[in-house]
């Protein structure tokens, strides 16, 4: 791209979301690092967001990121709609915008609409599955589904994670195939890779958030008379529920909370197993992050995981409940060979179809056919 000259990428975050927000629940460094290099190689990005604060940030993004934090304080749905035509100079001068999850797109497609700029859906994950997973109102849900109908339509380029999403909106919105993109997310191969540090001898460790989607009671129960630590990177609503679970249950367990991104590769370097027993899942970060430094991983038998993981290849895969995931990790705990093979076709894996930068070349090729 950069030999058809710079170019200026308008990026609006997901609703409601700021740097600030990022960097309070440690991921800060891990979004911020694709802008990073995305800016390197097409020119400039430039961030809408809704953070009241975020301008604090500005020397840590770096020469080629510009950020415009919000500017009103008014509810942030209001805000959205504003924003377009609050820096309406600015959008006019990009060349293409790009939302970074489906939440955001409101005011993009508002931008593309009045500015005619070509526009890049970006989804981590479907919303509307998400919140038919959790359950949520109907209304709710039927709101999302139009809103991803409209964006989907309207897009010049969709990027979606997985093969599944991507067969999803092609049936359920008769999106055209060639307008869909897949790349999965992406792991900094640099910083997540094996080190030579001490592991912790009986480790199996979780990070994520502590909520009901990720199954933590079932993990928990599954560690009894497992003679092993589990450690819990991460925080939720399920804390006290879940410590109350391991006196009941007698398990060794020791809760470390939130960890910035930057700090999780040692982290899970001193770990010797690492697990996700979750319900459902889009295309998860952690688990991509784990794979990248060598771990033997445990994954449930759901959308999402199963992606990912090949059963026995670069992981074990298991079913959710607490029996199958305490099989599944007893026998990976009695076999450090099987460990060790598993981690390194899960380091393979990673490096040649998850890395930044190669997902930096695809999106590149994806902005160059715009």
Not at 38 to 63: H, M
Not at 255 to 261: D, E, K, T, V
Request: hydrophobic share 40%; proline share 4%; glycine share 6%.
């Amino acid at each position: 791209m950069g030999c058809d000259g710079e170019k200026k990428i308008a990026v609006f975050f997901t609703h409601g979301v700021s740097l600030e927000l990022w960097d309070k629940r440690g991921m800060f460094s891990r979004e911020v690092r694709f802008y990073q290099e995305l800016a390197q190689q097409v020119g400039e990005v430039i961030f809408f967001t809704y953070g009241r604060n975020d301008k604090q940030y500005q020397e840590k993004l770096g020469a080629r990121i510009h950020l415009f934090q919000k500017q009103l304080p008014i509810p942030n749905l209001l805000y959205g709609l504003l924003l377009p035509f609050l820096f309406w100079k600015q959008i006019a001068g990009v060349d293409m915008l790009r939302i970074h999850q489906m939440a955001g797109s409101i005011p993009a497609l508002i931008a593309h609409w009045v500015f005619r700029k070509p526009l890049i859906v970006r989804c981590g994950y479907q919303w509307s599955t998400f919140l038919n997973l959790q359950n949520a109102s109907r209304i709710k849900q039927w709101i999302v589904e139009w809103i991803e109908r409209i964006s989907y339509k309207t897009a010049d380029a969709i990027i979606v994670t997985t093969q599944r999403d991507a067969r999803q909106i092609e049936d359920r919105y008769e999106i055209p195939k060639q307008k869909i993109n897949t790349i999965s997310n992406f792991v900094d191969t640099d910083l997540f890779k094996p080190l030579m540090i001490e592991k912790e001898k009986n480790s199996v460790c979780f990070v994520g958030r502590l909520e009901p989607q990720k199954n933590l009671h079932s993990l928990v129960e599954a560690m009894k008379s497992v003679d092993a630590r589990l450690v819990l990177y991460g925080e939720g609503s399920l804390r006290e529920s879940l410590e109350n679970s391991a006196r009941e249950h007698g398990v060794d367990i020791e809760f470390r909370g939130r960890i910035a991104n930057e700090m999780l590769p040692q982290a899970l370097n001193a770990c010797e197993i690492f697990i996700l027993p979750s319900f459902h899942e889009g295309n998860p970060k952690v688990l991509l992050e784990a794979m990248a430094c060598g771990l033997p991983v445990i994954g449930t038998r759901v959308e999402g995981i199963e992606s990912i993981v090949e059963h026995n290849y670069n992981g074990l895969l298991c079913a959710t409940d607490a029996n199958s995931i305490q099989q599944t990790i007893v026998s990976l705990l009695n076999d450090p060979q099987n460990q060790i093979r598993l981690g390194k076709s899960a380091r393979e894996l990673i490096l040649s179809a998850c890395s930044l930068l190669k997902a930096i070349e695809r999106e590149q090729n994806i902005m160059q056919a715009l």
